[in-house]
């Protein structure tokens, strides 16, 4: 199944088994959804990513319009079924999460 995977250092198109353990390997603990589109797009990050402090993720809270933290996946939604992520999408998801990251990097002076 094609997702986006969205790290605090960049964004990556990858290929993943559609099954909960590796939702869970992607975020690093239990899973949580973030509805994107309703019925056609959701962000699985980690429920416990604020205790475990994960550090912030600005390319996947400028998508979801919220603080997210740590890895993310960005998948497609069929009814109850995750799905591959329409391709439609992935170029605009793509650049959003890369030039939020580019931002936050000059903002944090880590960008020469």
């Given amino acids: 199944m094609r997702a986006l995977k969205i790290t ?3 964004a990556e198109i990858i290929y993943i088994k559609p ?9 690093g603990g239990y899973i949580e959804c973030v ?10 990050v980690d429920e ?3 205790l475990k402090e994960y550090p912030l993720n600005p390319g996947a809270s400028a ?6 933290v740590g890895d993310v996946c960005i998948v497609g939604v069929d ?3 995750f799905t591959d992520i329409p391709s439609a999408v992935l170029p605009a998801l793509l650049s959003v999460a890369n030039l ?3 931002a936050y990097q000059i903002s944090e002076g880590s960008v020469d």
């Fill in 8 to 10: 605090p250092t960049g």
């Fill in 19 to 27: 099954e909960l353990k590796s939702y869970q390997d992607i975020v």
């Fill in 35 to 44: 509805t994107l589109a309703p019925g056609r797009l959701a962000m699985i």
């Fill in 48 to 50: 416990e990513g604020l």
């Fill in 63 to 68: 998508i979801a319009e919220r603080c997210i």
């Fill in 79 to 81: 009814e109850d079924d």
């Fill in 100 to 102: 939020a990251l580019a």
